[in-house]
């Protein structure tokens, strides 16, 4: 029982301080000891037994002081960071610094509001972040308060429910067969062509490419294993940006593809090349990386500015002798991936196979981002079944002539019999 300064019994929990204001605590069912205050006792015990209530149905949270900053750092540490790889760790890091901590990451994760979180999210369109950026945003903000929520630090989650409107998403760049032939015809003997070349051949990613070593390669089975991704990123610990092995992208992306005769070359090509720029002086390879396969000039590891360049150089140089309307559009390695899968369904290979190829988590994955090629394809193979169609067409109608004409014989045949008996 707790007394006022005079002496005088209160109540249980409550008590009155040498200022005058009186103190009620409670035991929460968090084991915390929560208080609330007032200079008027009658008000007091009001507030004391809502708090009360509120505990007794469940209606409180386990941390009303807890930002959106702490909760993140929490987040991090208990939910993702045993699941995710250091690539990924960075890109949720990356995302929540740069468009949501400013923002929302001092404020308290109660008095966040799917308005505060709106507000941030066409900001961003207003400033012309793509569809992708403004949804990984929602989609972070929606799982840290679908945890918080089970942790009962909010009762609700403010990100739910948002649904913004995607933009008509852009096809991906496809190189046409005019395009790839200019390419490659202009490639030959430049130090990335090895490189450009088992990128078409085989749709690997540019990490994926880049960071193949001479013990992915079998040209026994023909046969390339994808078992790592290299990436140039500020992981946790780094001061700067450096280079490091990742797993690849998702358990699909672990895989084994086959090789062309001209990807295998290109390999053994590689090889070559790779032994005379490792024996140079001016090679300064970095440490843990000196089995790449494919490397700048000065045996160092590429990264996606570097990858990016060398494409562009060579479409420079093949701009210099074209006129202005005729001009090759600039386009990113990955647009190698893009002409693979575009080449492959050309040939008629089948989606499932293609997603193998790729490293697709789904078929689903594949279909979706080479839907208007597969419509493309669907056209041209129905224009080869019409022609089926038609000669079989032909051929019945062919038959159906010999069967009428071999059925009016046969009828002047027993027409003839019949005017013989007759007479």
């Known amino acids: 029982m ?44 009001v507030l004391l037994n809502a708090a009360i209530y509120e505990d007794l149905n469940k209606l409180n949270h386990a941390d009303d002081k807890m930002t959106l900053d702490e909760w993140f750092e929490k987040w991090m540490k208990n939910y993702k960071n045993q699941t995710i790889c250091a690539n990924t760790k960075s890109h949720y890091i990356s995302i929540y610094e740069k468009h949501i901590s400013s923002p929302l990451g001092k404020k308290k994760m109660l008095n966040i509001t799917q308005l505060k979180i709106l507000e941030i999210l066409n900001n961003l369109d207003s400033k012309g972040y793509q569809y992708e950026t403004r949804n990984k945003v929602r989609i972070l903000l929606q799982d840290m308060f679908d945890k918080a929520m089970i942790n009962e630090i909010v009762s609700k989650n403010p990100a739910k429910g948002i649904k913004m409107k995607t933009k008509e998403k852009a096809e991906p760049k496809v190189l046409t067969p005019e395009e790839q032939a200019s390419f490659f015809e202009c490639s030959k003997g430049s130090f990335y062509d090895n490189l450009f070349t088992v990128a078409i051949s085989t749709g690997l990613r540019p990490g994926e490419a880049c960071g193949l070593t001479l013990d992915d390669i079998d040209f026994d089975e023909m046969l390339i294993d994808v078992n790592k991704t290299l990436v140039y990123q500020k992981f946790e610990g780094d001061k700067k940006k ?47 990386f000196e089995k790449l396969l494919f490397t700048t000039k000065f045996g160092t590891p590429l990264n996606a500015q570097v990858y990016g360049q060398a494409v562009r150089k060579i479409i420079d140089e093949i ?72 000669d079989t067409m032909d051929v019945s109608e062919s038959m159906i002539d010999d069967q009428y004409k071999k059925f009016t014989e046969k009828e002047e045949q027993n027409n003839c019999v019949y005017l013989f008996k007759a007479n």
């Open 2 to 45: 707790g007394k006022d300064i005079n002496g005088k019994e209160l109540g249980t929990g409550i008590s009155q301080r040498k200022d005058g204001r009186y103190v009620g605590r409670f035991t929460n069912r968090f084991g915390r000891r929560p208080e609330v205050k007032s200079r008027s006792l009658k008000e007091l015990k």
């Open 242 to 288: 450096m280079f490091h092995f990742d797993p690849p992208k998702t358990k699909s992306s672990k895989r084994q593809v086959p090789m062309n005769q001209k990807c295998a070359l290109a390999l053994k090509k590689q090889i070559m090349q790779r032994n005379v720029i490792m024996a140079r002086r001016t090679t300064k390879p970095v440490k843990g």
């Open 319 to 390: 701009n210099l002798l074209r006129d202005e309307l005729e001009q090759m559009d600039y386009f990113s390695p990955h647009c190698f991936r893009h002409s693979f899968a575009t080449r492959c369904f050309e040939a008629g290979i089948k989606p499932k196979t293609v997603q193998k190829y790729l490293g697709h988590a789904t078929l689903q994955m594949t279909m979706d981002l080479y839907t208007h090629v597969l419509v493309e394809h669907s056209q041209e193979e129905m224009i080869k079944l019409e022609k089926v169609l038609d």
